[in-house]
T-cell receptor, first 114, second 114 residues
Framework: EPEVTQTPSHQVTQMGQEVILRCVPI?????FYWYRQILGQKVEFLVS????????KSEIFDDQFSVERPDGSNFTLKIRSTKLEDSAMYFC????????????FGQGTRLTVV | AQSVTQLGSHVSVSEGALVLLRCNYS??????LFWYVQYPNQGLQLLLK??????LVKGINGFEAEFKKSETSFHLTKPSAHMSDAAEYFC????????????FGQGTILTVHP
């Protein structure tokens, strides 16, 4: 069964460092998303990506964040200068038709900023 | 703007008992509603969804949910709990744009006792 794959599963980084979280969405999907979940809080939408550009982003997704689909398979989230409050579980998701269709989620990357 | 409220962060039932997880939503546009489940160390998996049509929707593992517009609710039920149902359950809403952004509730942890 097709699945969304995220790497690494856990990343520890020092405050101020850049991190790149990687995702391989399901191959025929067209819509890509990043969500995050701070420990004990809701899963929060960060950004959606369609047709090689950001289609929606939340207030959380400020200039420190960027997304890229560098080739036909990978979808990355970059945090330029990590803060302690960026510590969270980051989920990548993809769907084939956007609104109303199932988003398939990866297992998540746990980012710990120290 | 859309929002979701899940009543009860923890629900505990006995094996064989009815499972009822509550979800209320707020949306200024016709909502699309979802229930996702997360097992330990795994990503979010879709249980069921409501888009249009029949308001009682059936999902995987014997779960069902009923969309009640007048009550702005989308409660999740299962007639008889199984030990394997122990997990965290998330209600989510989307709508208003075509890109499929999900707004999640805070999650309900279901514990099933033998």
């Amino acid at each position: 069964e097709p699945e969304v794959t995220q790497t690494p599963s856990h990343q520890v980084t020092q405050m101020g460092q850049e991190v790149i979280l990687r995702c391989v969405p399901i191959s025929n999907h067209l819509y890509f998303y990043w969500y995050r979940q701070i420990l004990g809080q809701k899963v929060e939408f960060l950004v959606s990506f369609y047709n090689n550009e950001i289609s929606e982003k939340s207030e959380i997704f400020d200039d420190q964040f960027s997304v890229e689909r560098p080739d036909g398979s990978n979808f990355t989230l970059k945090i330029r200068s990590t803060k302690l409050e960026d510590s969270a579980m980051y989920f990548c998701a993809s769907s084939d038709r956007g609104l109303g269709t199932e988003a398939f989620f990866g297992q998540g990357t746990r980012l710990t900023v120290v | 703007a859309q929002s979701v409220t899940q009543l009860g962060s923890h629900v505990s039932v006995s094996e064989g008992a009815l499972v009822l997880l509550r979800c209320n939503y707020s949306s200024s546009v016709p909502p699309y509603l979802f229930w996702y489940v997360q097992y330990p160390n795994q990503g979010l998996q879709l249980l069921l969804k409501y888009t249009t049509g029949a308001t009682l929707v059936k999902g995987i593992n014997g779960f069902e949910a009923e969309f009640k517009k007048s009550e702005t609710s989308f409660h999740l039920t299962k007639p008889s709990a199984h030990m394997s149902d122990a997990a965290e359950y998330f209600c989510a809403v989307s709508g208003g744009t075509s890109y499929g952004k999900l707004t999640f509730g805070q999650g309900t942890i279901l514990t099933v006792h033998p």
